[in-house]
Every structure is written in C-alpha cells, then in structure tokens.
C-alpha cells in the first residue's frame, strides 16, 4: 500500500478543489443544530436532497426535541418513508429526541462522545453537527470522501477514523469542515464511482490520474501476425 501524499501537495489538492467548488457547504437545509442533527441521521443511505424533501413537513410537525420526543413513531414512519429504512430510522430519532430531553435540557451538547452516544449518531454525524451548526471544526469522513481521499493519494485505507485523522493532521484545523464539504461535492459532482478525470482541477496532482499513464489515450492497434502462405484457418466457431 503506498504511502499517502505529504501534507504540503494534500494542501495545494484542496487548494485546487476548493476553487473548483468554491463556498462548498453541506447540502443538507437546516435553521438550528437539532434540525441538522436529526436531518443528518435521516441521510444515512439516502441522498440529502431527499432528506430536504421531507424534513420541512417533519419539523413544522416536531420543531423540537421536545416535540419529537412525544412524537407517535407511525406518524413519524409515515412523514420519513420515502428516505428508506425509515422504521429505524424513526426509532432512532425519536429515542435521540428523548435524550436530548432528558439529559441535556433539549440542547443538542457539543461534546464528541456525548454527541456519539445518541441513537443513530456516529463520528460522521457528530463532526457535520458540530462543524456546521455548533462552529466546532471536524473533517466528517463519508464514502465520497474515502473514494476521493484515496483516488487522489491524500490518504490511504478504508477506515473513516483513521482517515479523518490522517487528513486533519495535513490541513489548518479552521479549514477542516470545508475540506470534507469539498472533497463529498467533488466526489458528487466530479470524482465520482466512474470519475471525470479531465473535469478535475487537481488531476495532476492526483495519484489515480497519474497512474493510469497511457491509458487515458485509446490504445494503439495490436497487429496480429499475418498467416503463413498455404496455411488455412479455422472459422471462427458460432456462437
């Protein structure tokens, strides 16, 4: 496995990227931390202009923790359906509200482990709460940013955590929460499963790009040896 890029080219990637995507910001709509943390949670396997669609009737319903907390989970099902796994996903916002209610007043708390041990709410989650609605920076790590992360060579491996370290250690920490709206905006709209590679502002700087060396031109045409006079052939068999 090779050894990711150093800190000064990861810099100049976001560097390049963040032009690209200039004011990149989650695409989530929210007014208050509890709204995106709730909205947040309902992201997970579905898309957030999805999740837009259907949080602007679920909050004028529950505008609150307090509100959801009480909330019957077959209304909620009903409001959250089209977002899938919407059963659990109703489970686990209700049971979020809950303890919003009973432990913290019904303020969502700041803290990274207080914020991880609510239902439905891993480090990806807290870092996008806490990046965007509580001013705290965090480098939220989801599959767009592994995929790009590694594509580019700015990091290396599949575990979220250690790739969330591994970038925060390169990058200014007031610059962590753009960096990771970039890179999911990039790996959206550019650097997607099948990337766009001449669409990209860094592809030459990027490891993938560079690798695939003569095969970004059509190949050249293999000549086949041409067949010995009197030789015969064998038609080819159908098929």
Not at 54 to 83: C, G, K, M, Q, Y
Not at 106 to 116: F, I, K, R
């Amino acid at each position: 496995m090779p050894d990711p890029l150093p800190a000064r080219t990861t810099r100049a990637i976001i560097d390049r990227l963040e032009g690209q995507h200039p004011n990149a910001d989650t695409e989530l709509a929210y007014r208050t931390a509890f709204e995106l943390l709730i909205a947040t949670i309902l992201s997970a396997q579905s898309t957030d202009a999805r999740v837009n669609q259907v949080t602007p009737a679920l909050f004028a319903r529950f505008p609150d923790a307090p509100h959801l907390a009480d909330a019957n989970p077959a209304e909620v099902e009903r409001l959250i359906v089209s977002t899938g796994f919407f059963r659990q996903k109703a489970k686990s916002i209700i049971a979020t509200a809950r303890a919003l209610v009973e432990r913290h007043d019904g303020e969502v708390p700041a803290e990274m482990d207080v914020l991880t041990a609510l239902s439905g709410v891993g480090r990806k989650t807290a870092n996008v709460v806490r990046g965007h609605a509580l001013g705290i920076p965090g480098l939220p790590v989801d599959r767009h940013v592994l995929r790009v992360a590694n594509r580019l060579g700015i990091a290396v491996g599949d575990d979220p955590e250690a790739v969330e370290a591994e970038l925060c250690a390169k990058l200014p920490k007031q610059r962590w929460t753009r960096a990771s709206d970039t890179l999911i905006l990039h790996g959206r709209r550019v650097c997607r499963p099948t990337p766009a590679c001449d669409r990209c502002a860094a592809n030459d700087l990027c490891r993938y790009f560079k690798g695939l060396g003569a095969t970004r031109t059509a190949p050249a045409r293999v000549k086949r040896p041409a067949a010995r006079k009197g030789a015969t052939t064998s038609p080819r068999p159908r098929r």
